[in-house]
Every structure is written in C-alpha cells, then in structure tokens.
C-alpha cells in the first residue's frame, strides 16, 4: 500500500502533523504530493516553482530519473547492512568522490551536522595525538552555521541564535573571528589552536562568499602556524557555487571538507573527505555510524554526483546564476544581492523579508527566509533562464506588496 493512496483529506493532513509532531518549522500551508524536476505538486495538482530546493538537496532536479532508478534497483538487494561487510555502492561512490575531488579519504555519515561533527572530530584528535593534550582550539567564523549537534552547535559563530539559546554550556575549544578578516584570525590563534574551520560561502549566516584575498590568507595562516584547514561545504559544495566545490574557486584545497544535502540528491547521506596523514586520526572504535553509507543512499549518491558532473550543473549554475543576479539588483528596495552559482541571498533594505516569502508562497514559488530581510534562493541547478525570469518577476511583485503593505502600516 502506498502512503500517498490513503484517503485522508489535506486537512486531516494537516491536523494530525499539528496533533502529534514537535514543530520547529514554520509551515507551508500545503500538503507536498508529489514532486519533479523544478517543481513540488499539492495535493490539487497545483505546482509551485521550487527555489528552495530542499534546503539545496534536490539539485540534480526534484525526483531525479536515474537518482529514483538507482534507489529502486539497490532497494531490493539490500536496503541495509551496517559498515562490517564491504557493499559495491559504497566502494564506487567511495572512488568517485575521493577521485573526483583529489582527496584520500572519505567517511560516510547521514547528515551534515554529523559531517561537522566528525570533521571536529578528527581535527582534535589528530592534534591531541600529533601535539599534545591540548592541542584541540578550533576557530571559526562569526555568522557562521554548521549544525545543531552539541560539536557543531558550538562551532557555530552565532551566539544569539535560536540554535544556541537555551542549550548553554557550550562545548569548549571555539573561538569567532570576523569572517573575511584575516588579521582577526591571526589575533584568535592560540599555542593550543589545531585548525580553522570555514564555510567558503556563509549560507546561513546570510549567504556570505570569502573573498579571495581571505581564503588566500587563511591558507597562509595555516601553513605559518602548522594549522589544519576545514571547510564546510555542506550547502555550497557539489556545483551550488559554479565550481564542483566551492573551495576549488579559490584554487586551494583543505585538509578535511565536510559534504552532505546535494550529495544524496533527497537521500539522507553526508561525507568528510581527508588527507592520508589527517586520516590516520580515526582507528578502530574512535568514531562510528549506523546509517553512514547505507547501500540505497550509497546507490542515489552515485546516481546524484554522476547527474551533477555529466551534465555540468556546475556550469549551469554558474552561467544561469549570473543571469539571474543581475536581474535581482533591479527589483526596488533590494539593497545587496550576494553569493555565487546558484546560491544567492537578496538582502531587502527594510525587514520585509517575511512578508516577500509569503507574497511568494500566494504566487506560488518556493523560497527560504534568513532572519527578516534575506531571501536565500537555492534552487535545483537544472534551473533556467527562463525559470529564473518566473521567479525574478513573482520576487518582484511580492517585494513591491510587501512594500507597499509596509507603507500603509507606517502611515
């Protein structure tokens, strides 16, 4: 029996979500049916322009044809097995990733903030061994975002953020330093300071990209001072920025790079890749994971990453996002837009932010809100020019009712 097939009502839908689930998330009022390529359905058939893209998970398209096939195919021989015996998705996805990337190593967990998690991880460990007892400080940036686990909660540099409020003590170890300031950085490093930890792109802290001049910085930096460098890549990385990895832009490579949402194209799946020497940090029993590199999510990842890479999505989205950048700047009362690819924030110059996601909502077309001014479009990479030219006019009309609204209220 499919679950879809149960006749209940999209009310009914709704109300027993609102009578049994925690809820956290502010809502769409729709019930998601059914859903593909650029596209999420309601239960009337009504489509809605997706430019949220799942948080950045679906970007090889929502339901992707051969990600669908492979999940089906690997389904039936094993759905899962933990990580003693050897399975062939995970082996293959293994070689493409570490090959595709140039990295030695890859670990396999489910979700971004586990990715984080065994980044830090490894990071303290190989320092503790390597150096010393406390050898563990990890700086990161302010604004940035890698998790609500306990380690990457606190790695986060958001202190009066609702992930961290209410959850205090903190794990020690992290100090924040102003993102694309390098001499803050420098002032941050301590004799017990063992890596840097950086998103090359800010997402949640408001779709921020490092300049070159910093990520060029903070190479140097750690190459002066013998620290490690780990990028967080769980929301720009796989093609989002134009690049493959957005680090790549930059023309550096770190030595751990944590991986996850694009990766498994809807599958919950999430990946660090490491150098050999930083590698050996993990031995037998030191870290593990139940579902880390399950075969149905081994199998779509591979499915995924070969979507991505054969159809150079990371050149859409570098082509198709600077289109669409340059139009953004035109819609009144938009004060910056920023990002790369196919990640863009569009930063408002008064707090209509939510009222512009609802606006967008009634004109159907799906985007994300960061704080009350930032509208973050992180749609599927198969986006066009034309799909941008939908939602650059649905933005630009629910910008101007937001405004507008605004102006009524004020007067």
Not at 369 to 376: G, Q, S, T, V, Y
Request: some cysteine.
């Amino acid at each position: 029996m499919k679950l879809t097939d149960v006749h209940k009502t999209a009310e009914e839908i709704k109300a027993l979500t609102k009578k049994y689930m925690i809820e956290t998330y502010e809502r769409y009022d729709f019930v998601a049916q059914s859903a593909k390529g650029m596209y999420l359905y309601d239960e009337n058939g009504a489509g809605y322009l997706d430019f949220y893209g799942g948080i950045a998970v679906n970007s090889a398209g929502n339901c992707n044809e051969k990600v669908v096939e492979a999940v089906r195919d690997q389904v039936g021989d094993i759905m899962h097995t933990f990580n003693y015996p050897y399975t062939i998705p995970q082996a293959l996805l293994a070689e493409l990733i570490c090959q595709t990337l140039q990295m030695d190593k890859i670990f396999f967990q489910s979700t971004g903030t586990e990715a984080n998690e065994a980044m830090i991880k490894m990071a303290r460990k190989y320092g503790v061994e390597k150096y010393g007892p406390n050898k563990y400080h990890i700086i990161t940036a302010k604004g940035s975002f890698h998790g609500r686990t306990y380690g990457a909660m606190s790695a986060t540099g958001q202190p009066d953020n609702a992930c961290q409020i209410g959850f205090k003590p903190l794990v020690p170890g992290f100090s924040y330093a102003e993102f694309n300031n390098i001499e803050d950085f420098r002032a941050k490093v301590t004799d017990d300071t063992i890596a840097i930890m950086l998103e090359p792109i800010q997402g949640e802290g408001g779709v921020n990209p490092a300049t070159p001049a910093f990520m060029q910085g903070i190479v140097d930096l750690c190459k002066e001072k013998g620290l490690l460098l780990l990028l967080d890549e769980v929301q720009c990385g796989w093609c989002r920025s134009g690049n493959i990895m957005a680090y790549m832009e930059y023309g550096i490579k770190p030595d751990i790079v944590s991986m996850a949402k694009a990766l498994g194209g809807g599958m919950p799946i999430s990946a660090i890749c490491a150098t050999e020497e930083v590698s050996r940090a993990f031995t037998m029993g030191s870290h593990g994971t139940t579902f880390g590199g399950n075969p149905v999510c081994c199998a779509a990842a591979y499915a995924e990453v070969s979507e991505l890479l054969d159809r150079d999505l990371a050149g859409n989205a570098k082509r198709v996002g600077t289109y669409f950048v340059e139009k953004l700047k035109t819609i009144p009362h938009v004060k910056e837009v920023r990002g790369k690819g196919l990640m863009i924030g569009v930063e408002f110059d008064s707090p209509i932010g939510l009222a512009v996601k609802h606006g967008c909502f009634e004109r159907k077309m799906l985007v994300t809100l960061i704080a009350d001014r930032i509208i973050r479009l992180i749609p599927p990479l198969i986006a066009t020019k034309e799909d941008c030219d939908k939602a650059y006019q649905i933005l630009k009309d629910s910008a101007a009712a937001a405004t507008k609204k605004e102006m009524n209220y004020q007067g």
